[in-house]
């Protein structure tokens, strides 16, 4: 039940960053929570799933709607990786932690693009993308995050929390 | 170091990393795709034309819902009571604007001459502000080759860059990348069009280069049309009405273009058969 619940939100996410935040977001801006919840992954399940998580999610994102296949996939699977580091290292109900480090990489990700970006000819703006794009776009990954943070603790984690009690006690 | 390396873990990461990024320098330039890349596209198609759909259900309820006035109310009120009705009326008010939008793609693909064009559905989108990608749903099946104009009935939409076997993925002429050898309509005047990286206007712009600037009187309103200098694009094709001119300053850009396409909403479009392949 759980793998499943794991897949559908996961199914979800990639469907709302590629399809459904594509067409419906206000003034071009939209939280990664592919992303989000790749962290969230990392932190309550460490990092070797949620890094493969990302590489496989990110692979698929960019095959089908990027424009440099890899991108997606590295900074995917280096914000999982970057989730994992705090895996046991914290308590898993700590918010501050995911909703932090998921700003961090939302933060990174978009500069690597936009150096990608550069790298292919473009000449943005650096001050007007980062306080029209970059940042809005950073604190809506991280709320969201959070959110996603605790809806996996509710939903996914916690029957496992007290299967584990049960078999302490 | 050695410790590091007897790591497993992180060997594994290390190598992922250097082979992503040797992919995404690859795939930055032009290049073939792969056949696992194409056959993941293939079976992966079907799940993204229905997602994009419901999506585009989801987010049309959403600007309806806002945009409601009282005839809006009453017609809602309507719908409860003649639901089947009311489904039946709007798949023949979805069909009579498809068949709108193909009838004068048609009329413009006949006004260009006599060209050979596929037309496709609009599937998917890039992700972000980066980079102005459309994915449609045709492939090398449908005989897409990479370097393929696309038009649809505004104009110009862009080039295809890739191709998988049902599917392909087009650079449209908003990208920061993407430059078009256009004339404008009016005076004849060759110059240049290029994307501008917009953060805010996610319908995109163009910037106009290489003017005449002393022999041209451009104004606001003027037609720029592709001018087919290069062979990439076919002549003629509508790119987009000047929106600014620039000419007495010492910037490089001579105007800025907005484009005739609505690239927000989009749906169909045509891929040019006969032009501009590279293969």
């Given at each position: 039940m759980r793998k499943w619940l794991f897949a559908l939100s996961l199914l979800t996410a990639f469907f709302l960053d590629n399809v459904f935040l594509n067409t419906a977001n206000v003034l071009g801006l939209r939280p990664d929570v592919t992303l989000a919840m790749l962290i969230s992954l990392g932190v309550l399940l460490g990092p070797a799933p949620a890094a493969l998580t990302g590489f496989i999610t990110g692979l698929l994102a960019d095959i089908f709607?990027?424009?440099?296949?890899?991108l997606t996939a590295l900074t995917y699977m280096l914000s999982g990786l970057a989730g994992g580091l705090f895996y046991r290292k914290f308590?898993?109900?700590?918010?501050?932690i995911p909703t932090v480090t998921a700003m961090v990489c939302s933060f990174l990700k978009e500069h690597f693009f936009l150096i990608a970006s550069l790298l292919y000819g473009s000449k943005p703006n650096y001050f007007a993308a980062l306080g029209y794009y970059i940042l809005p776009c950073f604190l809506l990954t991280g709320g969201v995050c959070l959110l996603i943070h605790l809806f996996f603790k509710a939903a996914l984690f916690k029957p496992l929390y007290r299967k584990e009690a049960i078999k302490l006690d | 170091m050695k410790k590091s390396f007897a790591n497993k873990p992180v060997l594994i990461m290390i190598i992922a990393v250097v082979l992503l990024l040797v992919l995404a320098f690859f795939s930055a330039s032009s290049r073939t795709i792969p056949w696992v890349e194409s056959a993941v596209g293939w079976l992966m198609r079907p799940v993204q034309t229905v997602a994009y759909k419901v999506s585009d259900g989801v987010s049309g309820f959403f600007r309806n819902l806002f945009n409601s006035t009282d005839a809006d109310l009453e017609n809602a009120k309507l719908k409860q009571q003649l639901a089947q009705y009311e489904q039946t009326k709007l798949d023949y008010s979805e069909l009579v604007k498809e068949n709108e939008r193909l009838r004068a793609m048609l009329n413009y693909a006949g006004s260009l001459g006599d060209i050979d064009f596929v037309t496709a559905k609009v599937i998917g989108r890039s992700n972000g502000v980066w980079f102005d990608m459309i994915t449609l749903n045709v492939g090398r099946s449908r005989g897409i080759e990479p370097g393929m104009p696309v038009i649809c009935g505004d104009g110009l939409v862009g080039k295809v860059t890739d191709v998988g076997a049902n599917w392909c993925k087009v650079t449209s002429v908003?990208?920061?990348s993407v430059t078009v050898a256009v004339t404008?309509?009016?005076?004849r005047d060759n110059c240049m069009v290029r994307g501008v990286f917009s953060t805010t206007n996610a319908s995109g712009e163009l910037e106009l280069y290489y003017l005449p600037t002393d022999l041209t009187d451009l104004v606001p309103g003027d037609v720029i049309m592709t001018s087919g200098i290069g062979g990439i694009y076919p002549k003629g094709v509508k790119v987009g009405t000047v929106e600014e001119v620039m000419l007495d300053t010492e910037s490089p850009i001579n105007a800025v273009v907005t484009p005739s396409v609505d690239f927000l909403h989009i749906e169909e479009v045509m891929v040019v058969t006969g032009f501009g392949g590279e293969n």
């Open positions: 709607f990027n424009k440099i296949v890899g308590y898993a109900d700590n918010l501050i | 908003i990208d920061s404008v309509e009016r005076t």
